[in-house]
């Protein structure tokens, strides 16, 4: 399959482009040139998009501002329109999936302690896919419009859509990052294990169902996502548990 991968530069696209490789023929799209061969384009101008889609039968779209602090004018310009404008070229180019990279955030307004990054244990809860937005930031309320758009896609121009509501994962394949610290509990519900990740995207790219949200994470011990339907519509069974780190 040629899939492309926009944000490829980022720690996920990293992550991707290695994993994905042997099975897919992957092109690059980064804001800025590479060490590696990428189309360096900015995904929120909408002439540079045109025609850079040609010949891939999937797009993963990762690319946009990745920080729940973010500002409203760099969520509007990279994550709203960034993202509306990666699926017109995708309708256009006759792309036929689109896998956006969403977030747990989108409903961590639900969860969330005295930051994005503080889980309230206090309220103990178990989310599923169809509970209604709780943003829990302007990033979480922009990758929530970049889902609604998904469905738009889908529906009414026949590309197939994947939400990835993506947890917690960082430079180093472990949860320890967080041990100790305010963001414990947050990390330790929502780490997503690197051997996780890639497959979760693998099992995005083969599924023909032509819309579909999805909780990326591992199967973590102390997660607050009901991974059933999960299992069911993308058929992704996550390994990893990050309590096998802590001990406890």
Request: aromatic share 10%; charged share 25%.
């Amino acid at each position: 399959m040629h899939v492309g991968i926009t944000g490829a530069e980022g720690r996920i696209g990293g992550y991707l482009r290695a994993g994905l490789a042997d099975s897919h023929q992957i092109k690059s799209f980064t804001l800025t040139s590479q060490e590696f061969d990428s189309t360096v384009v900015d995904i929120s101008d909408a002439d540079a998009m045109n025609g850079l889609f040609s010949g891939l039968d999937a797009v993963i779209h990762l690319a946009g501002d990745p920080s729940p602090a973010g500002s409203w004018e760099s969520m509007l310009k990279n994550n709203i329109i960034g993202t509306f404008n990666v699926l017109e070229e995708s309708r256009r180019a006759g792309v036929k999936k689109v896998v956006f990279a969403s977030t747990n955030h989108t409903q961590h307004g639900e969860t969330m302690g005295a930051s994005p990054e503080i889980l309230d244990v206090s309220n103990p809860i178990m989310l599923r896919l169809g509970d209604y937005f709780n943003p829990s930031s302007i990033y979480g309320a922009s990758k929530a419009t970049g889902e609604v758009y998904g469905k738009l896609f889908a529906r009414h121009h026949g590309v197939k859509f994947v939400a990835m509501r993506i947890g917690a994962i960082g430079d180093e394949d472990t949860p320890m990052r967080a041990a100790g610290k305010s963001s414990e509990d947050y990390v330790r519900a929502m780490w997503l294990s690197r051997r996780d990740l890639v497959t979760a995207f693998q099992k995005a790219l083969d599924t023909d169902r032509d819309f579909t949200l999805a909780y990326v994470i591992s199967n973590n011990g102390r997660r607050i996502f009901d991974l059933r339907e999960t299992n069911e519509n993308l058929g992704f069974y996550p390994q990893d548990d990050a309590e096998t780190f802590f001990g406890n």
